[in-house]
C-alpha cells in the first residue's frame, strides 16, 4: 500500500491474535517510532515490549495495582482485568521520559513526540500487514503500573500499542464532514 492511502485509510484492529510482528518486521515498526518528530533532540522515546508469557505477569501487575485503586473492586472485573494482556500477541508500551522544567522544550511537546513514536507504530505495523490498537485506561496514569514496568513515575505512558495479526471486522473510517475540523484563516478576527 503506498503510504498516503496508507495514512488515508488506517484503522485500528480490535481483535488480534498470532502471530505477532517479530524480527525485521517488528525492528522494522520500532525504526519508525524513532523517526518520529522531537523537539529539541531530546529522544524522550522509551518502547516496553510485553509478549509471550510475561503477558500474564503484566497481567498479575494489572490485578495488583487495580485492587490497590480499587479495593473491593468484584472478582469477574479482575479476572477480565487478569486477561486483557492476552489479546494481542505483543504489546509495545510506549513512553516519554518526560524531563520536567526543560529550559527549553516544554512538557506537553515532549509527550506529543511520543503521540508521534506511538502513531508510527501503528502506521508501520499496518504498512507490514498487521493490525494494531492504542490503549490506555487507568494503568496508563498509575505510578504502581509504571514502576513495575521498570519506568520513574515522572515517565509518561503514552499508551499500550496492541499488535498482532488482525481476526475480527475491522470497521473502515467513516467518511469526516471537513467543514467540522477545518477552516482558512484569512486573517485576525475583529
Ligand atoms: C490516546 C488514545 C488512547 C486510547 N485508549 C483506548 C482504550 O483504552 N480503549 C479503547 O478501546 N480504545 C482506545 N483508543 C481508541 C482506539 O485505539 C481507536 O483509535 C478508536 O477505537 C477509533 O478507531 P480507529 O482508530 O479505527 O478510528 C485510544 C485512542 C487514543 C488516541
Not at 522494522?28 to 531530546?42: E, T
Amino acid at each position: 500500500m503506498d503510504a498516503l492511502n496508507l495514512l488515508k485509510t488506517r484503522t485500528s484492529a480490535p481483535m488480534l491474535t498470532e502471530p505477532a510482528p517479530e524480527g525485521a518486521t517488528l525492528d522494522a515498526i520500532l525504526d519508525a517510532a524513532l523517526r518520529a518528530p522531537d523537539h529539541g533532540k531530546l529522544r524522550p522515546w522509551r518502547f516496553v515490549l510485553i509478549r509471550g508469557a510475561a503477558r500474564e505477569k503484566f497481567g498479575d501487575v494489572l490485578v495488583e495495582t487495580l485492587k490497590a485503586r480499587e479495593p473491593g473492586v468484584s472478582d469477574a472485573v479482575l479476572q477480565k482485568e487478569r486477561e486483557k494482556p492476552l489479546r494481542a500477541p505483543l504489546i509495545i508500551t510506549v513512553v516519554a521520559t518526560v524531563q520536567k522544567d526543560h529550559p527549553k522544550i516544554p512538557e506537553i511537546e515532549q509527550i506529543l513526540a511520543g503521540g508521534a513514536a506511538a502513531e508510527n507504530v501503528m502506521l508501520a505495523a499496518n504498512a507490514q500487514g498487521f493490525g494494531a490498537q492504542w490503549k490506555t485506561g487507568a494503568p496508563t496514569y498509575d505510578p504502581k503500573v509504571k514502576a513495575a514496568l521498570g519506568l520513574k513515575a515522572t515517565d509518561e505512558i503514552i499508551g499500550f500499542m496492541y499488535l498482532g495479526t488482525s481476526t475480527g471486522p475491522v470497521m473502515p473510517g467513516k467518511p469526516m464532514d471537513r467543514s467540522q475540523h477545518i477552516v482558512e484563516w484569512t486573517g485576525a478576527a475583529a
